[in-house]
């Protein structure tokens, strides 16, 4: 009996309603990658592990194993990132955070960087100092790098020569950046695997390159014109729409965050990610 249970240290991705009364969870664990375990009783006005599985808390879960899914039996929070839950744009932000890690994560595939990178982020976003959309390209650029999607922007991905100060081009199918001189002289050549390839400005591409080879305590101070900020997330979004496949749903609720006739819209999404 005891060798059927184990202990996983975790932080909750998303939380779906089960049943009359329970709730299957999406975990990130440091050692075990994605995991999916079922909370029995856990929406019941008197169940007591309700608050340590609460979506983005930091837990110690004791866990059986079972037919299907396991089942948590027994959980304790080690942080419960409240200034987080206060504010409904970082909530917002913390959402995607996780749709990003749930996404590009795999199942029984450990991946540390990429949990330590999470537990990290919801901490500096419970910053009052922090710019939370600066916080999420730091965030989806080095996401990249623990999964093996990084982007190369310091090279040219088609012939590899160092890429200059100019005008260069970006292609998320190509993976990352194309000098001019490929641009123009091999279009043909890798049009096949860069169709979606766009001009990069300068100013886009120096953020993007600090971002992605600094840690957060060097770039958390960064301030970006709103031109610069918009140009950046464009890029990235395009690049992660592409290696999803698809859009996140979280990008569009932190989108209509940003839209002030939208206010009670926000309040309702806020309340289908609290629930
Ligand atoms: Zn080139």
């Given at each position: 009996m005891r060798d059927r249970l184990y202990r996983v240290e975790a932080i909750i991705l998303k939380r779906t309603d089960f049943g009359e009364a329970d709730r299957i969870l999406t975990l990130v664990t440091p050692d075990r990658g994605k995991l999916r375990a079922i909370a029995k009783g856990?929406?019941?006005?008197?169940?007591?592990?309700s608050g340590h599985i609460e979506l983005f808390t930091h837990s110690m879960l004791l866990l059986a194993k079972g037919r299907h899914l396991d089942v948590v039996t027994q959980a304790d929070t080690l942080?419960?990132?409240?200034p987080l839950r206060e504010d409904l744009e970082r909530l917002g932000y913390a959402y995607y955070l996780a749709e990003l890690v749930d996404k590009f994560s795999e199942e029984d595939s450990e991946n540390r960087p990429l949990y330590d990178l999470l537990l990290h982020a919801l901490r500096w976003l419970?910053?009052?100092?922090?710019?939370s959309a600066l916080l999420a390209r730091y965030f989806e650029l080095h996401l990249l790098q623990h999964v093996g999607y990084?982007?190369?922007?310091?090279?040219?991905?088609?012939?590899?020569t160092a890429i200059e100060p100019t005008d260069n081009f970006f292609s998320a199918e190509a993976g990352g950046v194309i000098d001019p001189n490929c641009m123009q002289t091999q279009r043909e050549k890798i049009a096949g695997h860069a169709r979606d390839a766009q001009p990069i400005p300068l100013n886009a591409l120096k953020v993007l390159r600090f971002l992605q080879s600094r840690e957060y305590e060097t770039v958390r101070s960064l301030r970006l014109t709103p031109e610069a900020q918009a140009q950046v997330e464009g890029l990235m979004r395009d690049y992660i729409a592409h290696h999803l496949e698809r859009n996140l749903k979280s990008v569009e609720f932190l989108r209509q965050l940003k839209?002030?006739?939208?206010v009670g819209m926000g309040e309702s999404v806020a309340k289908a990610v609290a629930k």
């Open positions: 856990a929406r019941k006005p008197s169940s007591r592990k942080e419960a990132f409240l419970g910053d009052d100092a922090c710019d990084r982007p190369q922007l310091f090279q040219c991905v088609n012939c590899g839209q002030p006739f939208v």
